[in-house]
C-alpha cells in the first residue's frame, strides 16, 4: 500500500533516508532498499507530504513513524483533491472493504484539521468537520484516547518570502493515522537542560537521527571513537584482570560505529605523541610512576585527512559485516551556494546516504552512512591505502589543519555579509 508520509519541515536531506533505514531496521536486511518514494502531483521535492510504500504491513508503517525524528505521522490515503468537492469524490471512490472497519457503532474516533504553512481558524475547521458527513462515522467521538484518528491537512498558496517550498497548487489530504512520531526524549536530552555545554556538543535530535542511521537497537553494540572519555590509566593498564580491560573491548565487534570527527572549524583535531615522536626525532618512551599522576601527555595536530583515513580504517576491521559506519563530513560551497564533495572512500564500505547539512553561505556537514559489504585483508588494506592517497592528495588544500577553518571565517568580500547571497527559499538550512 501506498502511504502518505508527513514530514516535519527540517533537516531535509535527511527525512527519507531515515525512513529507509529504519524499515531496514524493523523489517530487516534489504528492506531499506524496497522503500519506494514518489510525489503528490503539484508538490515540490521539499514539501512535507510525500507518498511511500513500504515493504511490510500498517504495523511497520507504525513502528516506523513512532521511531523516527522527522515523520510527523504516517496515513492511509482515503482520499484527496484540489477542492474540498474533489476531495468528497475521492472519498467516496475510496473501496468501503478499506473504510468500514475503522467507522463501525462499537469504536472511537478523533478528527484533526491540520495545515502547512498556515493558520486555520477554530471556527473554519469546526465548518470542516462537520462537511464531513459524507463519510459514515458511527462509532463515538472521544478527543483524549480514540481508537481511531482521521486528518484534514490542507496546504495552500502562502506567499514566497517565508522560506517554505513553493505551492504549485492548493491541496487537501484525508487520510487515518497509522503511526505518529513520539519525540518524548528530545526535551530530556536537550542541550539547554545540560550542566556544561561544550564547543563541539551534539544536538539530541541530531544524535537520535545518527543513531536511526545506524540501526541501533538494545543489545546492540555502537562505537564513538571520539567521544573524549576521560580514562584512568590504571584502567588500561591493569583492567580487571588479564582477561578483562579496556584492550579486551578491541577484541569484539562493533554493529555499529557513529561519530562526529574534528574537522577543525570549531575545535581541530589532536593526536598523541607530539611532533618529534611522530616525526621520528624523538624514541617513545614511559612515564615513570611517580609522575603519572600530573603527566599530561604531548600531543599532535591530527589533520582531518589523516583522521578519517584512521577511521574509515578502524571501521573496516572492527565493524561486523553489514555493520554501519554513520559519521559527519564537511564540505565547502561554491560561490554559487552549491556544493559538489567527493566523499571518502574504502573498499570495504558502501555508501547508501549522503545527508547535507546547510551550516552557513560557505561550508555544510554531511552525514555519510556507510554499510560493510566486504570483509578487511591484507589486500582491501593496500587498495584503501591508495584511495587514501589519492583523496588526500585531491583535498590537500582545504583538508589539513587549519585550512578549513581559514575558509570558514574568511572575512566577506567587499564587506558584504554572506547572509545576502542566500536564496530566499532555504529549504536545507535548518
Known sequence: MWYLCVFYHRLLDYRRPEVESLAELFAGSGSGESVEWRMPENHHADSPFHLVRLPGDERLAAQVANRSLLVKGIYELWGHGTTYEELEKSVKEYPDERKLPFLTPDSTFKIVVDSFGKVISSQKQNEIMKSL?????????????????????????????????PVARRTIFFGREVGAADRHLLPMYQLKSRKYIGPTAMDAEMAFLMANQGLTRPGKLVYDPFVGTDIDIRVVRDGRGPDC?????????????????????????????????????????????????????STAPYSLAECVHDLLHLAARMLVMGGRLVFFFPVLRGEDGAASPQYPEHPCFKLISSCEQILSFRYSRVLLTMVKVAPYTEEIERVAEERHLEFRENHQKWMEEGNLHSAVFLPAQDGKPDRESKPKYRGKYV
Open 133 to 165: 458527513t459524507y463519510i459514515p462515522f458511527k462509532g463515538r467521538v472521544n478527543l483524549k484516547k480514540s481508537d481511531h484518528k482521521f486528518f484534514v491537512m490542507e496546504t495552500d498558496d502562502y506567499g514566497s518570502n517565508n522560506g517554505l517550498p
Open 245 to 297: 580491560n579496556v584492550w579486551s573491548n578491541f577484541e569484539q565487534m562493533f554493529d555499529a560505529i557513529i561519530c562526529d570527527p574534528p574537522y577543525g572549524v570549531r575545535a581541530g583535531g589532536r593526536k598523541s605523541g607530539g611532533r618529534k615522536l611522530i616525526k621520528g626525532v624523538k624514541e617513545p618512551y614511559t612515564v615513570p610512576d611517580e609522575k603519572r599522576d600530573n603527566h599530561i601527555p
